[in-house]
C-alpha cells in the first residue's frame, strides 16, 4: 500500500507585540539515514526570546511530510523575556525513501515566521533473516530438540557490530556470527527447543547490533509434550445389524493412562450413528483407566461407520476408535415420510404413509405411543398432520395398520425452539456456534441422506450471511420460519425458510432507477478491481433485534439529480413482518471528528459516501447499532470509521475514527465484524495504516482496538499492536483481514481470550483484559505463532470457529485446521487438519451441533468467484477434522450457484443456507 504525504496546521491565535527578537537554533536539521518502522533518537531544536517583552506565539504549523516527523514542544501561547522553549524532532519513516518537512513558528516578533526544515531518508534494514520465524514440533518436557538454523546476513555496505543474541526461556542459541559480521557476509544462528513445561510455549530470539533497527526479532514457537500415554482398548468396535431407529446394547472400550503424568481429558465424543456415555472424568490418574459405553443406532439401512474420539494431553492430542454396523429396515408393509424431521412450535408438519409402496390412509397415528398424540408430546390428525407443542423435544411418529394392527413404521421428531441466526457468525463474540442443532448429526450428513433442497433466485451477490428467524407472523400469510437475505441490488428478501412458499414472503427494495438512484457502479468505487463486482448494494452482514422486531441493513446508492451526482449511504431499519421501514428510518450516514488525515479540511475529517465502503458486519450491542468501514480497493482517501445508532430512535450516539491524523486503517475483517463481549465492550481488527500510537499520536493502523461506550460514545479502552507493523503497513500485510473471536472464559492466567489471524499467517491469541499495547521488541500478549494459518501475505481472510475446546481455521491455500485448547493457550500447531487445500480466500466457516454432540464444520470454499464458477459446501466432523462428511462436488445435483468471496454457511433448524451471486441454495436431509 503506497503512503501519501499528509500535513497538518496548529494555531494560536494572539496579538503582535512590538520590539522583541527571537532566534531559532538550528534551523535544520538532516537526519542519518533511518531504518523503515523504526524511530530516531530526538533532537533538540530551541526558541529563544532575547527580547525585554513577553513573546507571543501565534501558531505552530507542520508542513510537508511532518509525520515522518513526531514532535513535542513545551512553548505554550507566550514566551516570557530572556527564556527559551525547546522541541524535541525525532525521524520515523515508514517508507524508503527521502522525506522532508517544515516546523513553522509565527510570533509577535518575526513578522516572516521561523521555520526548521527536517529532512531524512528511510531505507530498509541491512539486516537480512531466513526464514523469519522458526516453528518447533511437539518435543518432550526436559528434553531437547534438534537444531534449527535462522541465516543472518548483513545487507549493508559496511560492517555490522553484534552486541549480543538472546534466547527466550525454553530455546538455547548457538551462533557462527561472532561480534561483527563484514558488509555482504553471512552466519548461522542455530535454535534448539528444551520445554520445561507441558503445551505450547512461544519466544524470540532478539539481535541486538548496530543497525538502526536494532534490535531484531526471531518468533519462536514449540509444542511440549509430556509422559502420559493414552490408549483405547479395544481400537475397533462392531455392531451386529440394527433396526433402524432402534439401540443397540452398549460395548465397551477402556481408556488407559499408561504414563507418569496424569492425563487431562479435553472430550470424549462418538460420531455417525454411535453415542457414548463414559465413567471418565476430567483427568485420569497416571497408570489407571476408565471406561467408554457405546452404543449404536443406526439413521439408515446398510453399513455405518464412525468412531470414538477422545482429545486430551496425550500427543498426538486425539485417539480414535472406529466404529462399524449395519442399519436394518423393519419386515413391515407400512412406511412413512419424512424420515427425520425438524419442526418450530408453530411449524404444523404433514406425515404420509405407504402400505407396500402405495400411499394409503388406513393407518392409525401416534405420537410417543400416544394415538392421535397429547398436548405435552404434540397432536397428529388422522390425516397425519401433526401439531406440536410449545417445547422442545424429540419424539417418535408411528403410523400402524389398521387392517394388520402388527405392520408398523415409527420415524423421529425433533421440536426445536432455537432461538435463530440474528447476527453475523449466531453470536457477538463471532464462534460461528449453533449449539441447538438436534436433527443434522455426523451420522446422516452424508451423501446418500443430505443434499440440496431447494433455491431461490435473488438479484445480485449475496456477500451478506443469511440471518434466520423461526415463527414470524406475516401479514395474511401466516407464520413462516423466515430466512433474511440482503443483496448487491439492494434488496432485501424474506423467503419462507422451508420452501412452504416458493415467492418471497416480501421484498425491500432501495432503489429507484426511475428516479436516478440505482447501487453503485463497482467502477465508480473500485476501480480495475473484482472484489464487488458489477454493482456495490448491501454488502455487510444486517444484524436483527427482535424487540425491535427490526432488521437493520445498511445500503450504498448512487442518486443522480441533472448534473448533480451523489453517493449516499443510509441504515435501515426493516419490519421482520412485513419489509417496512421502521419509526425514524431510514437514517442517512454522515459524522465528522476533529482531524487532520486525509481528506480533511480546516481541522475537520468527514465521513466520505463514496470513498468509504462497509463490509465488516453490523452488531447491536445494549440496544446500539454499530457499523464500520473502510475502503473498496484501498482507493484514498479513506479511514476506519465506527458509528452507532440507538435501535430505536435511529439517533446516531457513537463515533469514532482509527486514523483521524493519518490515512487508511479501514475495519473490513473479510466481512467478520466488531465482536463484543458480554460488558457490552467491542473488539475490531484494523487494516494498513498510518500508526502513530508508539510516539503518542491517535492513529492506529494494523491494530487491535477495545472500544467502549459509557454514554458519552466511543473511547477507546485498549489496543494491541503487532512490534513488527511497519512491515504490515509497507507490505500490504493488513493485520485486518481477519476477524476477531473471542473464546468462552478459560481456565488458567488469561481467562479472556481473543483470537486472530491475519494476511501475515500468524496466529495471535491476545489477553483481553490487557492486550499489550505496542513494543518494538516484541508482542507483549500470551502467545502468538507464526506460520500457522495460510500462505504466508494472503494467510487468512475470515473468521475462526469454536466448538468444545476447539478452534478451526481455513486459511488462504491451507487446509481446514482444529487448534486445541489447554489451560488457556492454543497448541502452537494443529491438531487435526483436513485433506483438501482451499485456495484463495479460503473458506468460511461455521459450526452446527446439539451441546457437546454431533459438532460439524461447515465451511463454504469460494475460491471460484473470479470465474463465476460455483461456491461449494463441504462439511468436516468437528471432533477431528480430517474427517471429511460432506461436499457439493459428488452430485452435479447438489451444486451450488456462483461463488461469492467471504460467504459464511448458517445453519438453523436443520438446514444450512448458502448464499451466491445467483440464488440462496438450501441443503438438509433428503426426503
Known amino acids: 500500500m503506497k503512503l501519501i504525504s499528509r500535513s497538518f496546521l496548529i494555531t494560536l491565535l494572539s496579538l503582535p507585540a512590538i520590539g522583541q527578537t527571537v532566534t531559532l537554533s538550528p534551523s535544520s536539521i538532516v537526519f542519518a539515514s533511518q531504518t523503515i518502522g523504526t524511530t530516531s533518537s530526538p533532537q533538540v531544536v530551541t526558541l529563544t526570546n532575547t527580547g525585554a517583552k513577553t513573546l507571543n506565539i501565534s501558531s505552530i504549523a507542520g508542513g510537508g511530510s511532518v509525520e515522518y516527523f513526531p514532535y513535542t514542544e513545551n512553548c505554550g501561547s507566550s514566551l516570557a523575556a530572556g527564556t527559551s522553549c525547546t522541541f524535541m524532532v525525532s525521524f520515523a519513516p515508514d517508507l524508503a525513501s527521502k522525506v522532508s518537512a517544515t516546523i513553522t513558528i509565527s510570533d509577535s516578533a518575526t513578522p516572516k515566521s521561523l521555520?526548521?526544515?527536517?529532512?531524512?531518508?528511510?531505507?530498509?534494514?541491512?539486516?537480512?533473516?531466513?526464514?523469519?520465524?522458526?516453528?518447533?514440533?511437539?518435543?518432550?518436557?526436559?528434553?531437547?530438540?534438534?537444531?534449527?538454523?535462522?541465516?543472518?546476513?548483513?545487507?549493508?555496505?559496511?560492517?555490522?557490530?553484534?552486541?549480543?543474541?538472546?534466547?527466550?526461556?525454553?530455546?538455547?542459541?548457538?551462533?557462527?556470527?561472532?561480534?561483527?559480521?563484514?558488509?555482504?557476509?553471512?552466519?548461522?544462528?542455530?535454535?534448539?527447543?528444551?520445554?520445561?513445561?507441558?503445551?505450547?510455549?512461544?519466544?524470540?530470539?532478539?539481535?541486538?547490533?548496530?543497525?538502526?533497527?536494532?534490535?531484531?526479532?526471531?518468533?519462536?514457537?514449540?509444542?511440549?509434550?509430556?509422559?502420559?500415554?493414552?490408549?483405547?482398548?479395544?481400537?475397533?468396535?462392531?455392531?451386529?445389524?440394527?433396526?433402524?431407529?432402534?439401540?443397540?446394547?452398549?460395548?465397551?472400550?477402556?481408556?488407559t493412562n499408561h504414563g507418569s503424568e496424569t492425563l487431562t481429558i479435553n472430550s470424549i465424543a462418538a460420531s455417525g450413528d454411535f453415542s457414548e456415555t463414559t465413567t471418565c472424568g476430567p483427568t485420569l490418574a497416571p497408570q489407571s483407566n476408565c471406561g467408554i459405553a457405546v452404543t449404536f443406532m443406526p439413521t439408515a439401512s446398510g453399513a455405518r461407520a464412525g468412531y470414538i474420539t477422545l482429545n486430551d494431553t496425550a500427543s498426538p492430542f486425539l485417539q480414535t476408535v472406529a466404529l462399524t454396523g449395519t442399519g436394518t429396515a423393519p419386515t413391515t408393509t407400512v412406511a412413512i415420510t419424512p424420515l427425520i424431521v425438524s419442526v418450530t412450535p408453530t411449524q404444523n408438519q404433514q406425515f404420509n404413509a405407504t402400505i407396500s409402496g402405495v400411499a394409503s390412509s388406513d393407518v392409525l397415528w401416534a405420537v410417543d405411543g400416544v394415538t392421535g398424540g397429547s398436548a405435552t408430546s404434540g397432536i397428529i390428525s388422522s390425516t397425519g398432520l401433526y401439531t406440536p407443542p410449545t417445547a422442545a423435544g424429540v419424539h417418535a411418529i408411528s403410523a400402524t395398520s389398521i387392517a394388520d394392527p402388527t405392520q408398523s413404521a415409527t420415524v423421529s421428531l425433533t421440536v426445536t425452539t432455537y432461538g435463530g441466526v440474528l447476527t453475523y457468525r449466531n453470536d457477538n463474540q463471532r464462534t460461528g456456534q449453533n449449539l441447538s442443532e438436534a436433527v443434522l448429526t455426523t451420522g446422516n450428513v452424508n451423501a446418500n441422506q443430505f443434499g440440496k433442497l431447494f433455491s431461490y433466485p435473488v438479484d445480485g451477490y449475496v456477500f451478506a450471511q443469511p440471518l434466520y428467524v423461526p415463527s414470524v407472523n406475516i401479514p395474511n400469510q401466516g407464520v413462516h420460519n423466515v430466512v433474511y437475505v440482503a443483496t448487491e441490488n439492494d434488496s432485501v428478501f424474506a423467503f419462507d425458510a422451508d420452501n412452504l412458499v416458493s415467492t418471497p414472503l416480501w421484498q425491500a427494495s432501495f432503489i429507484n432507477p426511475a428516479a436516478g438512484i440505482t447501487t453503485v457502479p463497482a467502477s465508480d468505487v473500485e476501480g480495475q478491481g473484482n472484489d464487488i463486482p458489477v454493482q456495490v448494494g448491501i454488502t455487510p452482514t444486517p444484524v436483527i433485534d427482535l424487540t425491535q422486531n427490526a432488521i437493520y441493513v445498511l445500503a450504498r446508492t448512487k442518486q443522480v439529480s441533472g448534473s448533480e451526482v451523489s453517493y449516499v449511504q443510509t441504515l435501515h431499519a426493516l419490519d421482520l413482518s412485513t419489509g417496512a421501514e421502521m419509526a425514524n428510518s431510514p437514517v442517512v450516514i454522515s459524522a465528522q471528528v476533529s482531524g487532520t488525515g486525509a481528506g480533511a479540511t480546516g481541522g475537520t475529517l468527514a465521513f466520505s459516501g463514496l470513498f468509504e465502503n462497509s463490509r465488516?458486519?453490523?452488531?447491536?450491542?445494549?440496544?446500539?447499532?454499530?457499523?464500520?468501514?473502510?475502503?473498496?480497493?484501498?482507493?484514498?482517501?479513506?479511514?476506519?470509521?465506527?458509528?452507532?445508532?440507538?435501535?430505536?430512535?435511529?439517533?446516531?450516539?457513537?463515533?469514532?475514527?482509527?486514523?483521524?491524523?493519518?490515512?487508511?486503517?479501514?475495519?473490513?475483517?473479510?466481512?467478520?465484524?466488531?465482536?463484543?463481549?458480554?460488558?457490552?465492550?467491542?473488539f475490531g481488527i484494523v487494516g494498513n495504516g498510518t500508526f502513530d500510537a508508539k510516539t503518542g499520536g491517535i492513529d492506529y493502523g494494523d491494530s487491535v482496538l477495545e472500544l467502549a461506550n459509557n454514554g458519552n460514545g466511543l473511547t477507546l479502552e485498549d489496543y494491541f499492536t503487532p512490534y513488527n507493523q511497519a512491515l504490515f503497513d509497507t507490505s500490504d500485510f493488513d493485520l485486518g483481514s481477519g476477524g476477531p473471536m473471542l473464546l468462552p472464559d478459560q481456565p488458567g492466567p488469561y481467562p479472556h481470550l481473543l483470537v486472530l489471524v491475519g494476511k501475515i499467517a500468524t496466529l495471535y491469541l491476545l489477553n483481553r483484559d490487557d492486550l499489550g499495547q505496542f513494543s518494538n521488541v516484541g508482542n507483549n500478549i500470551p502467545m502468538y505463532v507464526p506460520n500457522a494459518v495460510g500462505r504466508y501475505a494472503n494467510g487468512n481472510r475470515g473468521t475462526p470457529a469454536y466448538w468444545q475446546g476447539n478452534v478451526y481455521f481455513a486459511g488462504s491455500t491451507d487446509f481446514v485446521k482444529q487448534y486445541g485448547l489447554y489451560d488457556g493457550l492454543l497448541s502452537a500447531s494443529q491438531i487435526a487438519m483436513g485433506s483438501v487445500s482451499f485456495n484463495y480466500p479460503g473458506a468460511g466457516l461455521a459450526i452446527s451441533a446439539n451441546g457437546n454432540t454431533n459438532g460439524i464444520l461447515w465451511a463454504i470454499e469460494s475460491d471460484q468467484y473470479k470465474t463465476s464458477g460455483p461456491a461449494v459446501l463441504r462439511a468436516y466432523d468437528a471432533t477431528n477434522v480430517s474427517r471429511e462428511l460432506f461436499d457439493t462436488t459428488t452430485l452435479s445435483s447438489n451444486t451450488a450457484g456462483a461463488a461469492v468471496k467471504f460467504a459464511v454457511p448458517t445453519i438453523a433448524n436443520a438446514k444450512v443456507y448458502v448464499g451466491t451471486a445467483t440464488e440462496l441454495d438450501v441443503y438438509g436431509l433428503l426426503p
Open 616 to 682: 465488516a458486519a453490523l452488531v447491536e450491542v445494549n440496544g446500539v447499532v454499530y457499523l464500520c468501514w473502510a475502503s473498496l480497493g484501498d482507493i484514498p482517501p479513506y479511514h476506519g470509521w465506527v458509528l452507532g445508532y440507538d435501535a430505536q430512535t435511529m439517533e446516531q450516539v457513537a463515533v469514532y475514527v482509527t486514523t483521524p491524523n493519518g490515512q487508511d486503517g479501514g475495519i473490513w475483517e473479510s466481512g467478520g465484524g466488531l465482536a463484543a463481549d458480554v460488558n457490552g465492550n467491542l
Open 115 to 255: 521555520k526548521v526544515t527536517l529532512s531524512g531518508t528511510g531505507v530498509v534494514s541491512v539486516i537480512g533473516l531466513n526464514p523469519t520465524n522458526l516453528v518447533f514440533g511437539n518435543q518432550s518436557v526436559g528434553t531437547t530438540s534438534k537444531a534449527k538454523s535462522v541465516v543472518l546476513k548483513n545487507t549493508g555496505t559496511s560492517t555490522l557490530t553484534i552486541n549480543s543474541i538472546v534466547p527466550s526461556a525454553g530455546f538455547t542459541q548457538t551462533n557462527s556470527c561472532g561480534s561483527s559480521l563484514a558488509a555482504g557476509a553471512s552466519c548461522t544462528i542455530s535454535v534448539t527447543f528444551s520445554p520445561g513445561s507441558f503445551w505450547t510455549q512461544t519466544g524470540t530470539i532478539t539481535l541486538n547490533d548496530s543497525a538502526q533497527d536494532s534490535p531484531q526479532i526471531v518468533p519462536l514457537a514449540g509444542m511440549g509434550i509430556v509422559s502420559s500415554a493414552a490408549s483405547l482398548s479395544p481400537s475397533a468396535v462392531n455392531f451386529s445389524s440394527q433396526l433402524i431407529g432402534s439401540s443397540s446394547a452398549s460395548q465397551s472400550v477402556a481408556l
